[in-house]
């Protein structure tokens, strides 16, 4: 059935402090990343303690946020914060890129890789399976914040957003009874988020946890990581709407997010193509790590 996107984007308040479901998406993130990389550092998975795994999580969040803004700024709205500069301090309102995000973390990993002589691949297969739950929390916070959605639909399990601008000045009560009335029907998109944490999220986690339960040879696990995220992105975006300041870059579908995710496809079937000569970190025994 046709749904109407009712959530609050605020989780609870503070006092004067706003608490966003966004933010709180990206507390789960970490967490689930702090917890099941804990699980693979005592099944020696990486030869370091859990202290170190600490700081390699901590680099990993600051690569995150300032590398999931800084891409955003970059990639998609340039001249918007460029006219309001305090957006970037913003986080709450959402406007982060998982691409930008990315080259933050492969920077913290290599800084932490040389900090603790590992190689850097070791270090990113490590962190591969990881990752998934996290964007899948992320996306969730997307659909919550009612962002980023997706094109018009005559799917029954469509949305539809009050935050469509063919929608806006409503109040909720007047959305509320026009959607009982079916008015709203036409205005019912793809809920692209909710794809995203499902492919991004889920599969890709289920995927790559097994895949990695085992040891696999240099380059593999990220290589995997790589071509799954970069194939399920350019496919979502078919159905997701461009953003509106850029539109289609190429053809009359290609966008900003299909062109940043084919180089993640290269680099995923070349690090699978790499790994068939490469070695196979094999686990530390418990108490072995340095």
């Known amino acids: 059935m046709i749904h109407l996107h009712q959530i609050d984007p605020i989780a609870f308040s503070l006092g004067p402090v706003r608490v966003h479901w966004y933010g709180l998406m990206y507390l789960l993130a970490f967490a689930s990343a702090w917890?099941?990389?804990?699980?693979?550092?005592?099944?020696?998975r990486l030869p370091v303690d859990a202290n170190a795994f600490g700081d390699l999580l901590?680099?990993?969040m600051l690569g995150?946020?300032?590398?999931?803004?800084?891409g955003s700024i970059l990639f998609y709205d340039l001249d918007g914060y460029l006219a309001d500069p305090l957006r970037m301090l913003k986080l709450w309102e959402g406007g982060m890129s998982f691409h930008g995000g990315l080259l933050g973390v492969l920077v913290g990993a290599w800084l932490w890789?040389?900090?603790?002589?590992?190689?850097?691949?070791?270090?990113?297969d490590f962190v591969a399976p990881l990752v998934p739950a996290g964007l899948g929390f992320g996306r969730l916070g997307n659909?919550?914040?009612?962002?980023?959605?997706?094109?018009?639909?005559?799917?029954?399990?469509?949305?539809?957003?009050?935050?469509?601008?063919n929608l806006a000045g409503r109040s909720a009560e007047v959305l509320q009874a026009q959607f009982a009335s079916g008015a709203l029907d036409a205005f019912a998109r793809h809920p692209s988020q909710l794809?995203?944490?499902?492919?991004?999220?889920?599969?890709?986690?289920?995927?790559?946890?097994?895949?990695s339960s085992k040891p696999r040879p240099r380059y593999a696990?990220?290589?995997l990581f790589a071509l799954l995220?970069?194939?399920?992105r350019f496919a979502v975006e078919f159905v997701r709407v461009p953003d509106a300041d850029i539109g289609y870059l190429a053809f009359g579908w290609l966008t900003m997010g299909q062109l940043l995710s084919l180089p993640l496809v290269a680099l995923g079937l070349f690090l699978l193509w790499k790994s068939h000569r490469a070695p196979t970190l094999q686990p530390v025994p418990a108490g072995g790590a340095r």
Do not use: C
């Open 113 to 124: 890789s040389r900090k603790h002589r590992l190689h850097f691949f070791d270090t990113m």
């Open 195 to 211: 794809y995203q944490a499902f492919l991004e999220g889920l599969v890709m986690f289920v995927l790559l946890w097994w895949y």
């Open 229 to 232: 995220y970069g194939v399920f």
């Open 35 to 44: 917890w099941l990389g804990n699980r693979r550092i005592r099944a020696g």
């Open 221 to 223: 696990v990220s290589g």
């Open 58 to 60: 901590f680099y990993g």
């Open 143 to 165: 659909y919550i914040g009612a962002e980023l959605w997706g094109k018009y639909t005559q799917a029954g399990w469509g949305v539809v957003f009050p935050t469509d601008p």
């Open 64 to 70: 995150v946020v300032l590398g999931g803004r800084l």
